[in-house]
């Protein structure tokens, strides 16, 4: 990945806060608070969480930061903090959420075929919900959030094939789950 303005200006940024530096450790939140809390957004899909996870996200750098021995990997140790933090907090639901989506399954209503929209939109939104947790985060990371395979690597702290795979299969499935759901609501 090539380094741009942007990266060796947070990297002198992380060096001066790492000395004390506190104007430049509130630039820093400055600079990356409104991505990390998009980041935690999309992962939770509940702005009250994401702010929450993004506020523990930021204790938990501000504590480490002296401990970062490269500035240039900022960018994905950030990310991997708030990632943490929101697969704490999404295992944590995970049981409530099972029990709500059993519960609402057993009493839900077909839709009828008038009300089902045809546009594509629709159909990829429908799609991505139907996949699995990790596969809609390694999307989200890759395509929304634009991190490369080897700071992905890095945020999950799994290899660089694995994320490749991962990448692969999530891709494979929104393919199936995306021809599935067009079919249904046809």
């Known amino acids: ?27 820093l939140v400055r600079r990356w608070h409104k991505k990390l809390y998009g980041y935690a957004y999309k992962t939770t899909n509940n702005s009250s ?5 993004v506020q523990e996200s930021w204790q938990a750098i501000v504590k480490g930061l002296k401990n970062l021995k490269d500035p240039a990997l900022f ?22 959420r099972s029990l709500m989506e059993k519960e609402l399954k057993d009493h839900k209503e077909p839709m009828e075929e008038d009300e089902v929209p ?19 985060f390694i999307l989200s990371m890759h395509y929304l959030e634009r991190l490369s ?3 992905m690597a890095k945020v999950l702290d799994i290899p ?21 759901t067009k079919q249904e609501s046809e």
Request: charged share 35%; hydrophobic share 35%.
């Open 1 to 27: 990945m090539k380094r741009n303005s942007d990266h060796i200006f947070d990297e002198m940024l992380v060096l001066q806060a790492q000395q004390g530096d506190n104007q430049a450790l509130t630039l």
């Open 49 to 53: 969480i994401a702010e929450d996870i």
């Open 75 to 96: 960018r994905p140790w950030i990310y991997r903090i708030v990632n943490n933090k929101a697969v704490d907090w999404i295992r944590k639901q995970q049981k409530e």
């Open 118 to 136: 045809d546009d594509a939109l629709f159909v990829l939104k429908q799609a991505l919900k139907s996949l699995p947790e990790d596969q809609r």
């Open 149 to 151: 395979v080897k700071h």
């Open 160 to 180: 660089e094939g694995t994320v490749k795979s991962r990448l692969f299969n999530a891709r494979k499935y929104l393919k199936k789950k995306y021809e599935e």
